[in-house]
């Protein structure tokens, strides 16, 4: 069994910084792209950054130049540091990463999510 488990959401103010961590754990073989997506209310969810495992990124164009991805394939972790915040990046953060289990079967895995408010 693989599980994702976020942390680093909180509440911060317009122009602040916040670090989201995502670690895998589990029956885990290889973990292949790892990515942040995002679900405001009443919108559907979003990729917010994508990184591959030879550190390949790419990001939504509202975050370029303000979010940045890294992951530590040692530690099975995937990390966003958001800076710059606006208000219009409230919403729910989640991890998702495609990874093949020890019984040799690759699924796409989420998160539980972690809620970010960007408020004053």
């Known amino acids: 069994q693989v599980q994702l488990v976020e942390s680093g959401g909180g509440l911060v103010q317009p122009g602040g910084s916040l670090r989201l961590s995502c670690t895998a754990s589990?029956?885990?073989?290889?973990?292949?792209?790892m990515r942040w997506y995002r679900q405001a209310p009443g919108k559907q969810r979003e990729l917010v950054a994508g990184?591959?495992?030879?550190?390949?990124?790419k990001y939504a164009d509202s975050v370029k130049g303000r979010f940045t991805i890294s992951r530590d394939n040692a530690k099975n972790t995937v990390y966003l540091q958001m800076n710059s915040l606006k208000p219009e990046d409230t919403a729910v953060y989640y991890c998702?990463?495609?990874?093949?289990?020890?019984?040799?079967?690759?699924?796409?895995?989420w998160g539980q999510g972690t809620q970010v408010t960007v408020s004053s």
């Open positions: 589990g029956s885990i073989f290889s973990i292949y792209a």
């Open positions: 990184i591959s495992p030879s550190m390949t990124t």
């Open positions: 998702n990463a495609d990874i093949r289990s020890d019984y040799g079967i690759m699924d796409p895995y």
